[in-house]
């Protein structure tokens, strides 16, 4: 999986884009190994539901720009948290709107 060059601008400019990739091109972008980033998964260092993903078994896929500004910010954690709040708060299950409208369905 390539990223496209509007990905790839987004990553640089910072503009809000959700996408997800997998570990041979969060590999790449990071220069972390595949076994470094297991590492990280396994001992809770990236968060699942927020770092990354499991789509089923087999797939694992990565937040390619939360994994970025985690290492941008490796040694400021508190910066990173406004980030991860950043990206909780794009996502639609956070909306109010889209809460109260499955709240009725259910």
Known sequence: MNLSNQQKEGLITGRREIFFVKKREISKLTGLSGETLKKYRLSG??????????????????????????????????????????????????????????????
């Open 45 to 106: 260092i990236l968060s699942e539901d927020v770092h990354w993903i499991r789509v089923n078994s087999k797939l694992i896929l990565y937040n390619a720009p939360l994994i970025l500004d985690w290492l941008q910010n490796i040694n400021h954690p508190h910066l990173h948290q406004k980030a991860i709040d950043s990206y909780q708060a794009m996502l639609l299950s956070s909306k109010k709107n889209v809460a109260q409208s499955s709240e009725k369905i259910i």
